[in-house]
């Protein structure tokens, strides 16, 4: 049963523009929201993260968008640059010390 | 000045093998976790301590025995290795807060069982 999907597992983007990574959960318990970037052989990197009594949070080119009603989150990456290709892993908790995370998407920033 | 750092990074060996894996974390976070990719790339938690105490265990076989000398550290300990326990292995640790958890991982270590 997964509680944090990343429906798409690819995403190409040209060099420059909007980059938007999709995230959907279903426990409604969840109150703490989380994204990590991952490069090949190397550990997941926390990118950013947002907490349920927000709805956006930014941090330089990327900013988290939350949208509680729909159970849906959002990074947006403005402008893609060819050093975002990874693999971006969506992650929530419930007040513990638990993330789940969904299975990631890969992305593909073209120069 | 690795934050979190695990070694060996890369591990072959066979079935019904004994193996370590040692994580040390240098951030002085109060919590150390094992996580662990498998092939079809999701990253499932497998123990949480705190504090040198098991607070999270997630129907991980008794076969992975993690251990906590101290809450800088949490090494994991697999008897009896199945083809079925490769995967990538990565250690975390985190400082729990009220805003909430945010956990920092280390390289992780590609086991394969042959």
């Known amino acids: 049963d997964q509680q944090v999907k990343q429906n798409s597992p690819s995403l190409s983007v040209q060099e420059g523009r909007i980059s938007i990574l999709n995230c959907d959960y279903t426990?409604?318990?969840?109150?703490?929201f989380l994204w990590y970037k991952k490069y090949p052989a190397e550990g997941p990197t926390f990118l950013i993260s947002?907490?349920?009594?927000?709805d956006k949070n930014e941090d330089g080119r990327f900013t988290v968008f939350l949208n509680k009603s729909a159970k849906h989150l959002s990074l947006h990456i403005v402008p893609s640059q060819p050093g975002d290709s990874a693999v971006y892993f969506c992650?929530?908790?419930?007040?513990?010390?638990?993330?789940?995370f969904g299975a990631g998407t890969i992305l593909r920033v073209k120069s | 000045d690795t934050a979190v750092s695990q070694t060996p990074k890369y591990l072959v060996t066979q079935m019904g093998n004994d193996k370590s894996i040692k994580c040390e974390q240098n951030l002085g976070h109060d919590t150390m976790y094992w996580y662990k990719q498998d092939s079809k790339k999701f990253l499932k938690i497998m123990f949480s301590y705190n504090n040198k105490e098991l607070i999270i265990n997630e129907t991980v076989p008794n076969r992975f025995s993690p251990k906590s000398p101290d809450k800088a550290h949490l090494n994991l300990h697999i008897n009896s290795l199945e083809l079925g326990d490769s995967a990538v292995y990565f250690c975390?640790?985190?400082?729990?807060?009220?805003?909430?958890?945010?956990?920092?991982f280390g390289e992780g270590s590609w086991l394969t069982v042959v």
């Open positions: 975390a640790s985190s400082q729990v807060s009220g805003v909430g958890n945010t956990i920092y």
């Open positions: 947002i907490s349920s009594i927000k």
């Open positions: 426990n409604s318990m969840f109150d703490y």
């Open positions: 992650a929530a908790s419930a007040s513990s010390h638990k993330l789940v």
